[in-house]
């Protein structure tokens, strides 16, 4: 079974700085990866996912994300974080013909100003 | 707005009462989803509904009880909850079972007191 692991349960960035979330998997093979977002109050929204091809996955909002199959991670990256991005952020597991999804403990990214 | 619609947004129960959680989702999908979402832990898969018929039940306690009607509407039925059930319910949708799950309601968060 798959598992995932979110090592950074907050993050403090101010506005305008670079942003990288860290995701870690355990999976056998090459799975389908994906990360959500959580504002208060509302349910997960889907910033981006990779199945396969270009490791390098554009989402929405600016972020983007890169599959590093050495390293089993999917590190979510955003240039200048605005702050609107405050959020808790998940990272997800998918194994491919599977509709499970195997989700992070979330981290939560608070912007100062 | 994702397309699923929950209801209620918020709702305090005591341990005898029964209460209901509706899902409903106009997107043409035909799998819907419950996950529990409690703090600080990984999303909890609860059930799958495919077409209608479950085709998942996570060792969920009997005290949680699915229905799904048509494709479009999912119930989760509640009575004599206990205080560690207290968690946000989410619900969500996509197109077939075993396609990505990537729409999200925005949850009913319970307080069981």
């Known amino acids: 079974a798959q598992s995932v692991t979110q090592p950074d349960i907050h993050i403090t960035v101010s506005e305008g700085a670079s942003l990288e979330l860290r995701c870690n998997y355990s999976?056998?093979?090459?799975?389908?990866l994906f990360w959500y977002v959580q504002s208060p109050g509302q349910g997960l929204q889907l910033l981006l996912k990779?199945?396969?091809?270009?490791?390098l996955v554009q989402g929405i909002k600016g972020f983007e994300a890169e599959f590093k199959r050495s390293q089993s991670s999917f590190n979510l990256r955003k240039p200048s974080v605005h702050w609107s991005d405050a959020a808790e952020y998940f990272c997800?597991?998918?194994?491919?013909?599977?509709?499970?999804?195997?989700f992070g403990a979330g981290t939560t990214v608070t912007v100062r100003a | 707005e994702t397309g699923v619609t929950q209801t209620p947004r918020h709702l305090v129960m005591g341990m005898t009462n029964k209460k209901s959680l509706k899902c409903e989702q106009h997107?043409?999908?035909?799998?819907m989803y419950w996950y529990k979402q409690s703090a600080k832990k990984p999303l909890e898969l609860m059930f799958v509904?495919?077409?209608?018929?479950?085709?998942e039940n996570n060792s969920v306690p009997s005290r949680f009880s699915p229905e799904c009607p048509n494709s479009s509407h999912l119930f989760l039925h509640l009575h004599t909850l206990q205080p560690e059930d207290s968690a946000l319910y989410l619900c969500?949708?996509?197109?077939?079972?075993?396609?990505?799950?990537?729409?999200f309601g925005s949850g009913t968060r319970l307080t069981v007191v």
């Open positions: 969500a949708s996509s197109q077939e079972w075993g396609s990505r799950l990537d729409t």
């Open positions: 999976y056998g093979a090459t799975p389908y």
């Open positions: 990779y199945f396969s091809g270009d490791t």
């Open positions: 997800a597991v998918g194994e491919p013909g599977d509709y499970k999804l195997s």
């Open positions: 997107l043409g999908h035909n799998a």
């Open positions: 509904y495919s077409l209608e018929e479950r085709v």
